[in-house]
């Protein structure tokens, strides 16, 4: 098993920018995708963006391309999530998660793990 813990969330206006983190334990995380979803207050869940198990790919949702970008340090088994220009319809709560699959799936049920979530907060 694959346990993710996730940091970095909290409070800011629009415009300002965050950096989530998630560190996974266990010897496995150079051989797992990553993904980062997010769920608004009412709202379903919704991918924002993911990476290859090396780095050298990544893919992010229309709504946040340009503005966050995901990278991966193996060597501290650990993922990020940079949010830069946040906008008010960033509010979420945000969760990374884990996958076996060599390119990231878009969809929840293609991932096999998953953080306890970070609250992002953005004030207009």
């Known amino acids: 098993q694959v346990q993710l813990v996730e940091s970095g969330g909290g409070l800011v206006q629009a415009g300002d920018t965050l950096r989530l983190s998630c560190a996974a334990s266990?010897?496995?995380?150079?051989?797992?995708?990553m993904g980062w979803f997010r769920q608004a207050p009412g709202k379903d869940s919704e991918f924002v963006a993911a990476?290859?198990?090396?780095?050298?790919?990544?893919y992010y949702a229309d709504s946040v391309k340009g503005r966050f970008t995901i990278s991966r340090d193996n060597r501290k088994n650990t993922v990020y999530l940079q949010m830069n220009s946040l906008k008010p319809e960033d509010t979420a709560v945000y969760y990374c998660?884990?996958?076996?699959?060599?390119?990231?799936?878009?969809?929840?049920?293609?991932?096999?793990?998953w953080g306890q979530g970070a609250q992002v907060t953005v004030s207009s």
């Open positions: 990476i290859t198990r090396g780095g050298v790919n990544t």
């Open positions: 998660a884990a996958g076996g699959s060599l390119i990231p799936p878009r969809s929840r049920a293609g991932y096999d793990y």
């Open positions: 266990g010897r496995a995380f150079g051989s797992l995708s």
